[in-house]
């Protein structure tokens, strides 16, 4: 937001104290004392007795604020106030706030320079970047009326803190109205009454805005280590506004971007990079193949290789990221950045007033997670899966068709070996070292851990599609012979299903999973069952050396065993259990070879039924999964820090879950509507996500993400003060479930397109699917937790009735029925949800959609003036953080809109004149 302008050395000069314009060396400068994490300094503007150029003219002022550093020779333009019309005593709405980083001192000049605005659309000077950083002309529609300056000095220390500053033309001569600067104390709350508005001040005397960066008011003095770890940039905005009874409350408006936006894709990626690498590499393992299956197999893995080494190279351009910590809409079609969330930031409104608690309401602005790079021709990940599958089911392939939940099942087999194999083999070895020692309570321990894990791993092949694996697996080995048992297993169910296969180079489809009528399956009986069967003889044998050891030590009258005894005696334990462990090992690995081989055949199968289409839809199914994981994270972590001390919430979390509404407002029209089939099944994966906290052991507050791409674990780490003030079973480990639900109601002009002349049944059928989705989470949260954990305006509106108005809305199948979106966010506060709302950039619709909000929650929740409510939409829009969202994203305070678009957007999602134009999106 600092613009420098270039200038004459002699005008900037004109405001430094002739001992710094002398000085060689670095100037003395007095420092400003504030609380740390406070705004530097804060002041707010008005103006008396301006003077206008013709006697009957009624000026439409603003005031443009400019710094001089003491330390360099340039005036920097730092801000500008609103434009208040019709008036020559302007109470401007907009003040200044200097950030706590900021370089500013006790010496620093400010300037202050006051325009008339003759046509509030024409103007410029609020509404974009000038180039070259030059002053605006007087002929785009403003004309120059005077100027003063001050130090930051005089105000600080002026008695009534404030002061009262003549404006003079360019020469120095005229005197055109004077200047009210009025230092302002954020920690204090004005309890006056606003009094008569009269009709020239009736626009100006709504609120104050003034403008920060500190990260204090979003984070909390004792949540500012982890939360600063994540947010980044804040930038602030603060109101005053009258209620119905004639008081003020106070309301900051921040707006920061997260860190998160690039560490959880890189994290996730390094994930899916590990994942490819051990599929591959049990694809190599499977072992002599006939050729049909074999020239199969070369073929998938060239494919994923060739994917593998897209991965790592998008993992390492990513890695040489150094700028902003957010994606802008201008990118969100670059391919190194497909993973990244666009314009990913949380937006928070905090409402103090006088009569009720303070309050504080989140959302999180992020463009819809797209594969933008990708492209919509073909449609999104609705469409394309749903093809995907029936052309996979529907054409003969040559290979075994398996269901998505059979290769499903298959993945999860595989992890589950992959996690249990490592762990049984470790404490395996554990009950020896106890054994060695001769230490009885260890060795019940350890013996406890390994059969625990043992039967972890053995339930883990008792599944049906193992078995019909190993199958298919036995008929793709050259030259392979079939068996079938003497009797089978289930003759009269399964006899009719026989499917024969002579030799591998016959199968070309199967329309299911072979039955277990067509192998002989008492060789993997045997091998599985020697697992329990070896378990069995190490419980056996512990049995036994404990109970020599116990009667040995109940002999009376005998004398202290020798320290050579205990040694023998440990010795003469490992000796006996070693062969017992070393078998149990040798039969465990002999069924993870088999039962990796078997869902390895299984993935070979789903990989060779679509290439390329599969990795292809695998490649962009993580694209839009990453962007809606980092939204999911932020908003966790968010939530997680503002409910601490809410113990209903915290009971909640681990009782029931957390409920995650994402608030669509893409059309169903053309790319949109691919961009809204991308969404809907991103959010849908967020299924498969459990959080779990954990207590932090370093300054490193970043969440750590494990697992494969159908279960993820995010851990978010907590400093210890925090970690304490969290329940027991959170303590402990309990896997925190999510709860997604998307909503979704286009608004702009292709809407109307889609309404008229297009299709709307996606729009339809996601807002169904998702009110389900939501009356599930009622019902389970109703079921578990005590009516008193409701939020405290709960007793206002009864949850069960605006489920039912949302039900009502969304069969009503009425056009850009936005009440469906009003509902939906007010039943997800209601319920201690994070809310998220979204666009195709999160920047102008996402804009005209949270301000709406904001403002709608002041006059339902706190009692904004009834009078005020559209003056304080327009002035979050005109001033507010969302206009500084638009200038990070494309460099010009514009909303991307024209006034052909605003005709067909709903009454109150419409921008404030002069606020809005041609701008790259």
């Known amino acids: 937001m600092e613009i420098k302008e270039e200038r004459a050395s002699d005008e900037a000069q004109q405001f430094l104290p002739s001992s710094q314009i002398d000085s060689l060396g670095e100037p003395q400068l007095t420092s400003i004392q504030r609380i740390a994490n406070e705004p530097k300094l804060e002041f707010s503007l008005a103006c008396k007795d301006l ?30 106030t609103e434009i208040v019309e019709g008036t020559r005593d302007p109470l401007f709405l907009t003040g200044v706030t200097f950030p706590p980083e900021y370089p500013i001192y006790e010496e620093t000049k400010i300037k202050l320079t006051v325009y008339d605005v003759k046509d509030k659309s024409q103007d410029t000077v609020h509404t974009t970047v000038l180039p070259d950083h030059k002053e605006p002309r007087t002929d785009v529609g403003r004309s120059f009326l005077g100027f003063t300056t001050f130090t930051v000095g005089d105000l600080v220390k002026s008695k009534e803190q404030q002061l009262t500053l003549t404006l003079r033309t360019s020469d120095g001569g005229k005197t055109v109205g004077t200047i009210e600067v009025n230092l302002v104390n954020m920690g204090e709350l004005e309890d006056g009454e606003p009094g008569h508005v009269t009709t020239d001040s009736q626009d100006q005397k709504c609120a104050l805005v003034r403008e920060c960066t500190a990260s204090e008011g979003i984070s909390g003095k004792d949540n500012l280590p982890s939360l600063n770890a994540v947010l980044k940039n804040p930038i602030c905005k603060l109101y005053r506004f009258p209620t119905s009874d004639n008081k003020w409350m106070r309301i900051r408006e921040q707006m920061a971007e997260t860190i998160l936006s690039f560490h959880v894709p890189k994290e996730l990626i390094n994930l899916h990079i590990k994942e490819d690498m051990r599929r591959n590499q049990e694809l190599k393992d499977l072992g002599e193949l006939a050729p049909h299956w074999d020239n199969m197999r070369k073929s998938v893995i060239a494919h994923c290789d060739q994917m593998l080494s ?35 930031h949380l937006q928070r409104m905090h409402v103090h007033s006088p009569l009720l608690k303070d309050a504080l309401y989140d959302v999180i602005t992020v463009g819809a997670p797209a594969a933008h790079f990708q492209g919509f021709k073909n449609g999104g990940l609705r469409k394309l899966l749903s093809k995907f599958e029936t052309e996979r089911r529907n054409t003969g392939y040559q290979c075994i068709y398996y269901s998505p939940e059979n290769t499903a099942k298959a993945k999860e087999v595989l992890s589950n070996i992959n996690h249990l194999q490592p762990l049984i083999s470790s404490h395996a070895d554990l009950l020896l070292n106890s054994a060695s020692q001769h230490s009885p309570d260890s060795l019940k321990n350890s013996l406890k851990m390994l059969s625990e894990k043992t039967e972890l791993f053995v339930h883990a092949f008792k599944d049906q599609l193992v078995r019909s694996a190993l199958l298919a697996l036995y008929t793709a080995r050259p030259g392979c012979v079939l068996k079938k048992p003497a009797v089978p297993r289930n003759s009269a169910e399964e006899g009719d299903d026989l499917k024969h296969q002579d030799h591998p180079s016959q199968v070309k489809r199967q329309d299911s999973i072979p039955h277990h009528s067509e192998y002989d399956e008492e060789e993997w009986d045997r091998v599985w069952a020697n697992v329990g069967k070896s378990l069995n003889c190490v419980i056996a044998m512990v049995d036994k050396l404990l109970e020599k050891d116990n009667s040995g030590n109940t002999k009376e009258g005998e004398t202290d065993p020798s320290t050579a005894d205990c040694k023998h005696a440990g010795s003469d334990w490992y000796e006996q259990l070693y062969p017992l462990v070393i078998t149990l090992k040798d039969c465990m690995g002999e069924v993870v070879t088999r039962a990796k081989q078997s869902m390895a055949f299984v993935l070979l199968q789903e990989l060779a039924c679509g290439l390329p289409q599969c990795l292809m839809l695998t490649l962009r199914r993580d694209i839009v999964f990453s962007q809606a994981l980092a939204g999911l994270v932020c908003g966790f972590i968010i939530k997680l820090h503002t409910g601490l001390h809410d113990q209903g919430f915290l009971q909640q979390l681990h009782t029931v ?31 498969k996500v459990m959080f779990k906290v954990i207590e932090a052991k370093s300054e490193d507050f970043l969440p750590i993400i494990t697992g494969r791409r159908e279960h993820y674990v995010i851990e978010v780490q907590l400093p210890a003060k925090m970690f304490e003030l969290l329940p027991q079973e959170i303590k402990e480990g309990k896997l925190l479930r999510m709860y997604p639900v998307l909503f979704n109601v286009g608004i702009n002009e292709q809407q109307t397109l889609a309404d008229r002349f297009g299709d709307t049944t996606l729009q339809e059928n996601i807002n169904q699917e998702n009110l389900q989705l939501l009356k599930e989470y009622y019902n389970l949260f109703t079921e ?44 997800c506060r209601k319920l201690n949800g994070v809310r998220f709302t979204c666009c195709k950039s999160a920047k102008d619709r996402t804009s005209m959609s949270v301000t709406l909000e904001q403002c709608s929650i002041l006059r339902d929740e706190h009692q904004l003036h009834k009078d005020f409510f559209i003056r304080a939409l327009d002035c979050m829009r005109r001033e507010g953080c969302r206009i500084e969202n638009v200038l990070k994203n494309v460099k010009c305070r514009k909303y991307a809109f024209n006034m052909i678009q605003l005709m067909a957007f709903p009454k109150y999602y419409r921008p404030p004149e002069g606020t809005y134009g041609k701008s790259d999106t």
């Open 51 to 80: 003077v206008a150029a013709t006697r009957d003219r009624k000026l439409n002022t603003f005031i443009q604020v400019s710094v001089v550093h003491p330390a360099e020779h340039v005036l920097t333009r730092y801000s500008s």
């Open 310 to 344: 897209m991965y790592q190279d998008t993992l390492a351009e990513l890695g040489k990221h150094t700028g902003s910590s957010f994606k802008s809409s201008c990118s969100k079609g670059e391919k190194t950045l497909e993973f990244i969330p666009i314009n990913l």
């Open 784 to 827: 578990k937790m005590p009516p008193d954990c409701l939020p405290h305006f709960q007793e206002q509106n009864d949850l069960k009735g605006l489920l039912e108005s949302l039900h009502q809305s969304i069969q009503a199948k009425k056009r850009k029925n936005v009440e469906i979106m009003w509902l939906a966010a007010t039943i």
């Open 657 to 687: 879950g957390l409920l995650v509404q994402y608030e669509g407002l893409l059309s169903t029209y053309s790319e949109e509507a691919g961009m809204l089939e991308d969404m809907a099944v991103g959010i849908s994966d967020l299924q």
